[in-house]
């Protein structure tokens, strides 16, 4: 992460007579050409064009987007009539909005944290004894990449010191291309190789995915350069790559400059990994070969002793992408029967020439593509499907979701014929180059307009695309699939919008599946369609699977007969998730967590973070602003459901009330109780694990201990009603000896009020709790009572 004075625009208002102010910080967190901090000492302008002050290549975002200026007031963001709008914690501004420590602007595909909102400037006593900063204590799953050129220092020793710089720049150059493409940031420069995070600061579910294509990619940029330095220098090149996954422990540091860390073993063991790698190889860790999951194809290196470990490291080759075979035939589709009904209508609408658009609408997992798999099983061979997908990650071309279904309908892999395929196609001309340059069929793109602008080969580009799908429907039904259209970018969103036109008189599906979030770059197109024409709208949101249904599936999924009681818990955990239950039910098996005796068995807690589903989970948590994720982290401390009372004191957020409304909008948390009694639940329990997954022990420990302090301090006064969850938070804070005070106070009253099974329950937690004090006295009074009760 560099750290960059961005001046004030030359075009920013002098205030004068105003204080002066420490300057804001920001970072470019994702989507700009490289990770990078800016401090705002004036007013920014964020854009695409080179006069900007902020220049950001973003295809998403206008030239001049919006500005981040310091007011007398604040630090303050307000857009400048952009095609795409800004947002600020994911709602969409009209007006001046001001920015606080932790707040997330978008613009585009761009995300930026506002790090720091500057501040008066101190004065130079103040400044003389800096404070250090904390370290955040946070644990993030990520994958890791290292990558190096073999033999650097010999290669030093034959080439002159200038040769040898722009050999290794070359390098380094490609590697962080390769990386950077597929959503990689940049860790660290070494000379003749890089380190590089996937998950970190931004996560995504696929994060291992992105680290294996990188590698890949990695290899693949510096076998092509080899060519250029065996011409030039006579020299052979190769590169070494190790990637591992795991957790890592991030903590931001520093006195007069704040920057992040990330510690621990994962890190360690991918440069390992990577120093064992063969030249021209990629060695990932046993961790990472779980995560990708048979989407690439791998050969097994057993366990491997690296230098510095005392225990062996599990290794894989990483060989390649696996190619693409024909569709499986997906599992039986369980429950759904009302959305069927609705999609069956759908289907016989479209056979009957009815223009419709299907929004498949549901969290991550819910089942939203096997609905749509559903759909096109009932449709048949006698209606075209065309098939497009948006990527969460890396550099995705624009339009490439609707190029995907234009490819797979010419159905030619060279791309030197696809323009010939299309000549015979018997299109327009002036259509022909528009969805050629789609096609990547040729180098030079369509003709764009007298002045050349993006926006008009855009608009080109929709006619072109209608033009095309106009003529296919007049050969039978479309179906246009778009899936994870939440992703998609604005270019697609733009064609769709045009495509809609032609549902009047032409036999066309737009399908889409979007997890539907408030952020979603989708959101404006399912408004504009559900508002101009309802009654072409089918609008599927999905919900849990029924406890019957997830019976079902998970009979369907397991190798056997499964005990009555595993399958409780399983299905209790999964609540409802269909691919939850799958990875629960596949972690449980892999882990030996379920075994066979006369019925398949649990031997561990279901409850646990299933590793498949850890960066999915982890992603939406990693994707908080930062308050946001600090009040996540104590809700999830004090449990599923939690009322508002503590928070403040607990996390030290000052608004949260609006920190609370952005976990609503995020769909982390629901309101389960209104006011008085106000309550708010993790919307999975899964969810809730994820985010306390993210704290470190200490961290845990920390604020239990708070949380139970800010309980006895909000309700000295009816101190009764919680001892069980005091006892609960003090003994989870290490104050084991308090702990046990609390669960006999709560067992006397429960005592008292007849309740004996309760007593004998939490008498028994104590008189455990007692032994592992090793505090006889506490014992001996324990049995006492436990004797009395059974009397």
């Known amino acids: 992460m560099v750290a960059l004075l961005a001046p004030p625009d030359r075009q920013g208002p002098c205030v004068r007579d105003a204080p002066a102010r420490e300057a804001a910080v920001v970072s470019v967190v994702d989507g700009a050409e490289d990770p990078r901090r800016i401090l705002v000492a004036g007013q920014v302008t964020l854009g695409r064009d080179d006069d900007a002050g902020l220049v950001i290549d973003d295809p998403e975002i206008s030239r001049a987007h919006a500005v981040i200026a310091q007011t007398p007031d604040g630090l303050e963001i307000r857009d400048l009539s952009s095609l795409n709008g800004t947002w600020v914690n994911g709602e969409r501004i009209g007006a001046p909005t001001s920015l606080q420590a932790g707040d997330v602007v978008k613009v585009g595909k761009t995300r930026i944290e506002v790090l720091a909102a500057g501040g008066p400037v101190l004065s130079p006593a103040a400044r003389a004894s800096p404070t250090p900063v904390e370290a955040e204590d946070e644990l993030r799953p990520v994958s890791v990449l290292f990558a190096d050129v073999v033999g650097s220092t010999q290669l030093a020793e034959r080439l002159e010191p200038g040769d040898y710089a722009a050999l290794m720049g070359g390098c380094v150059d490609r590697m962080c291309r390769a990386v950077e493409q597929f959503g990689g940031v940049i860790d660290a420069y070494m000379g003749d190789g890089i380190a590089a995070f996937f998950g970190f600061p931004a996560a995504t579910e696929d994060d291992a995915d992105r680290a294996a294509s990188a590698a890949l990619s990695v290899v693949d940029a510096l076998d092509a350069y080899a060519e250029d330095v065996r011409t030039t220098w006579k020299l052979d090149l190769k590169v070494r790559v190790g990637v591992n996954s795991g957790q890592v422990a991030i903590g931001v540091v520093g006195v007069a400059e704040r920057h992040p860390v990330a510690l621990g073993d994962t890190m360690n063991v991918a440069a390992r990994l990577q120093s064992t790698a063969e030249p021209g190889t990629i060695v990932i860790g046993g961790a990472t070969a779980r995560k990708l999951g048979g989407r690439f194809l791998l050969a097994p290196l057993g366990h491997l002793t690296v230098r510095g470990r005392e225990s062996t490291v599990e290794a894989w080759r990483l060989l390649g992408a696996r190619p693409a075979g024909p569709r499986s035939k997906p599992a039986g589709l369980v429950g759904r029967a009302r959305e069927r009904e609705l999609l069956h209508s759908a289907a016989e609408a479209l056979r ?69 395929t299309l000549q015979r196609l018997g299109l327009e001309p002036n259509v022909l180059p528009y969805l050629a340059t789609l096609l990547s069929a040729e180098d030079t793109p369509a003709d764009s307009g007298s002045n050349g602008q993006r926006d008009d080969f855009g608009a080109g580009l929709a006619r072109a695309y209608a033009s095309w799908i106009s003529g296919i429907c007049r050969e039978g039904p479309v179906v246009l699939a778009v899936h994870d259209l939440h992703w998609a970018d604005h270019g697609t969103v733009e064609v769709l919008r045009g495509l809609l036109g032609l549902l009047d008189d032409r036999p066309l599906m737009i399908a889409a599946t979007s997890r539907a979030t408030a952020d979603a770059r989708d959101r404006e197109f399912r408004e504009r369609v559900q508002q101009e024409d309802p009654e072409r709208v089918v609008d599927v949101a999905l919900g849990p699977l029924g406890a019957r249904e997830a019976e079902q599936l998970l009979k369907q999924l397991a190798p056997g007969e499964i005990a009555a009681d595993a399958k409780r818990e399983v299905i209790g955990v999964a609540e409802g998730n269909p691919l939850y239950l799958e990875h629960l039910l596949r972690s449980l098996l892999e882990s030996g967590g379920l075994a066979p005796r006369r019925t398949w068995a649990l031997t561990v807690s279901a409850a646990q973070l299933p590793t498949g589903l850890e960066s999915l989970l982890m992603a939406r948590i990693a994707a908080l602003p930062r308050d946001a994720r600090r009040i996540a982290q104590v809700g999830a401390v004090l449990g599923r459901s939690f009322a508002p009372t503590v928070l403040a004191q607990v996390s030290g957020v000052l608004d949260v009330e609006r920190t609370l409304m952005q976990l609503m909008r995020a769909e982390v948390i629901r309101e389960s109780h209104a006011p008085p009694n106000r309550e708010y639940s993790f919307t999975h329990g899964l969810l809730q694990k994820a985010a306390l997954s993210t704290l470190t022990r200490a961290r845990r420990r920390e604020l239990y201990g708070r949380v139970a302090a800010a309980y006895e301090q909000a309700f000295a006064g009816s101190l009764d009603e919680h001892l069980e969850q005091l006892a609960f938070y003090l003994a989870r804070s290490g104050d084991l000896p308090r702990a046990l005070e609390y669960l006999e106070r709560a067992a006397n009253r429960a005592a008292s009020l007849d309740a004996h099974t309760q007593a004998a329950s939490l008498w028994s937690r104590a008189a455990a709790l007692a032994k592992r004090l090793d505090d006889p006295p506490a014992r001996d009074r324990i049995e006492q009572r436990l004797a009395e009760l059974s009397v």
């Open 352 to 420: 009957a020439g009815k223009g419709q658009v299907v929004l498949l609408r549901g969290e991550p997992g819910i089942g939203k593509t096997r609905l749509l798999e559903w759909l096109r099983e009932q449709l048949g061979a006698d209606v075209s499907w065309l098939d497009g997908r948006c990527a969460s990650f890396g550099v995705q071309p624009l339009y490439d979701p609707l190029a995907q279904a234009l490819r797979g309908w010419v159905g030619v892999a060279d791309v030197s014929r696809r323009s010939a």
